[in-house]
């Protein structure tokens, strides 16, 4: 039975082959990345004397593909000095109380500065839109002054979007820049949104992205009827402006996943960074940008020259032009150190696997779960085999993915307990090599598992993932606990020394689990050795493996070799490096030659600092009767 069972999984792995090759042809050919700038901070270089047609030349030959733009506010002509809010007291003695009964109403007074700006008429207009018949803006005039007044409303309207600057789209486009689009959910119509963008259809053929701002795309609402409409607005948009719609990493917006299902479009994966002001030379900033493109098929960069959340601005002319200097240096360093091209970017292509490959890798997994059950009984490997196989499919054909995916975590879980299992006990040196190559294996195929059966162009861009990560660290190093320690443990008297050893130990463990996932808390002088690593290597091995769980795990398997019966102890290690090898596997948005790299790095890295312990054992041990280390127990 088990050489039919492992028949079965070499099989499968052998015909999964052509679509794994697949992925990997479709992510190495991604050598293309586009990068954007926000309008905002080339009119903050404006408000300071710089010409923005000087900053629009040089961020292009500086490599910048697209300028963002996003629809105008009245904050945003107030700050342009077309309109100005003004106190009851100032229009009270401008209009010399002719227009008295006005002040006793709830609402907000404009004073028009220059009331022959195109953006006036689009003002007036867009307002009476949102009134949607119930008011309307009021006009007052006088010889010298000219007034608006907008009734029941408050400060919010202040953010609402009027129309798009089109004379400096068309600027932008003029200097061979493409536009991406920025829109946010905050108006309550489809025919609201129809005339905000009316103006913008023109400019259809220079509209290459399309990007939500906020956690909501355009059109949602969380009554599906009422929001249905809107999205399919947005949809019918995009098509006739033949548009991308772009994915923000790690910001989750709501309604987008139905938008990608309704328009049938791949996203197009965008990182932003904010470079800060006076910062534009960082070289960290490079360094995670490459990072971005490199290893999680980012797409666009999205690069802040200023941090708006902290009201930066530019003050002087040298402020803005050592920004724009900056900023063009920065992006040429970027490319220095890359093997892409800038340019302008198309979403991937997609790619799914066929049912009939499916239902294979179930039954290949279902019969590495029977691997399993067969150490346990292998009576019942057969049928429990064959009703694993059999749910599962039914999991699949009836699309339920959280199911799915929640097999997929078994999986993962119990592949590092298997693999630790199996090492058993070598009596040559021989033999813990051949133990740690098998429970390599293993492991490996446990990240198989994950890459084939979470397969698909919604994995590689992040609209799907691996659900998780910290399970797949803590759930095997508990298992293989349980299992070196024992239970009988607890019956012992305890002393001080192990409540001492207790602390540690959980310390250690909670610090372990803080760094799983994509933050935690680093160890001093880790990021510059990281940052070393990853330039000598090109991608950087995990700390946890090389460093920690590979090197510990051969010193435990050698220690088994040598008669040590605590050298068991030393298997956390190895749930630990195994469970961190899977791990790697699980980021499914990354490239899959990366996550190869980065394992065969570290299990190199680890394998000889495994070496070096083993050695390093041999010298000391030598000091120390060897009948001490015999004697010793938890």
Do not use: C
């Amino acid at each position: 039975m088990t050489r039919v069972l492992w028949s079965i999984i070499v099989i499968v792995m052998i015909l999964s082959i052509p679509f794994l090759w697949e992925r990997v042809s479709i992510e190495s050919n991604h050598t293309t990345y586009e990068v954007s700038i926000p309008y905002d901070d080339i009119r903050a270089m404006e408000a300071v004397g710089i010409p923005a047609d000087d900053v629009l030349s040089q961020f292009r030959s500086g490599g910048v593909e697209s300028i963002s733009f996003q629809p105008l506010t009245m904050d945003d002509l107030i700050e342009r000095s077309i309109i100005e809010v003004v106190s009851r007291s100032y229009f009270h003695q401008a209009t010399e109380g002719s227009s008295e009964e006005l002040l006793e109403e709830h609402g907000i007074l404009l004073e028009v500065l220059d009331k022959h700006h195109p953006y006036m008429e689009l003002l007036s207009s867009s307002i009476n839109r949102l009134y949607d018949g119930f008011a309307k803006v009021e006009s007052i005039s006088t010889e010298n002054n000219e007034f608006l007044f907008l009734p029941y409303v408050n400060d919010e309207i202040m953010d609402l979007p009027i129309t798009f600057d089109i004379e400096n789209m068309e600027r932008a486009i003029n200097n061979d820049f493409s536009i991406i689009l920025r829109l946010e959910n905050n108006l309550a119509s489809e025919e609201q949104y129809q005339a905000l963008l009316q103006d913008v259809d023109r400019l259809k053929d220079y509209i290459n992205h399309l990007l939500f701002i906020g956690g909501e795309v355009v059109g949602y609402s969380p009554n599906q009827e009422s929001g249905e409409p809107t999205l399919h607005f947005i949809k019918e948009k995009m098509d006739y402006w033949d548009t991308n719609l772009i994915f923000i990493e790690n910001t989750p917006q709501k309604g987008f996943s139905q938008l990608v299902q309704s328009t049938g479009q791949v996203p197009v994966r965008l990182h932003s960074l904010t470079l800060e002001k006076g910062n534009e030379r960082d070289l960290s900033q490079v360094y995670r940008s490459l990072r971005a493109m490199k290893e999680r098929n980012i797409q666009i960069l999205y690069i802040n020259l200023l941090n708006k959340y902290s009201g930066e601005r530019y003050e002087l002319p040298n402020e803005a032009l050592h920004a724009l200097d900056g900023t063009v240096e920065f992006l040429q360093t970027l490319d220095s150190k890359t093997m892409m091209s800038k340019g302008s970017v198309v979403p991937y292509p997609k790619f799914q696997l066929p049912v009939w490959m499916e239902v294979l890798l179930l039954l290949a997994a279902s019969s590495f779960i029977g691997l399993i059950i067969q150490e346990v009984s292998k009576r019942y490997t057969l049928p429990i085999v064959i009703a694993l196989w059999g749910v599962s499919t039914v999991f699949l054909l009836m699309e339920l993915d959280f199911l799915m995916k929640l097999f997929v975590l078994g999986l993962a879980i119990i592949a590092p307990v298997y693999a630790v299992f199996t090492v058993g006990k070598p009596s040559t040196n021989t033999g813990v090599i051949i133990s740690f190559v098998k429970g390599l294996g293993i492991a490996l195929i446990g990240a198989w598992f994950v890459v084939s059966l979470l397969y698909g162009w919604e994995y590689m861009v992040g609209l799907e993932g691996f659900r998780g990560v910290k399970l797949l660290a803590v759930t095997p190093l508990f298992i293989i606990g349980v299992y070196t320690i024992g239970l009988a443990v607890l019956k012992k008297q305890v002393m001080v020394w192990h409540l001492i050893v207790l602390f540690f130990v959980t310390a250690i463990i909670g610090f372990y689990i803080t760094r799983t996932g994509n933050s935690g808390m680093s160890l001093p002088f880790e990021l510059e050795t990281r940052q070393w690593l990853e330039n000598f290597f090109g991608v950087r091995p995990r700390t946890t493996e090389f460093f920690i769980g590979t090197p510990l795990f051969l010193l435990g398997i050698y220690f088994v070799k040598e008669g040590y019966e605590w050298g068991k102890y030393f298997f956390l290690f190895g749930a630990i490096t195994f469970s961190s090898i899977i791990g790697t596997f699980t980021h499914l948005h990354t490239p899959l030659l990366v996550s190869i790299q980065r394992t065969v790095i570290g299990l190199g890295l680890g394998v000889v600092i495994g070496v070096i312990l083993i050695v390093s054992w041999l010298i000391i041990s030598k000091t120390i009767p060897r009948e001490r280390f015999y004697e010793w127990k938890l």
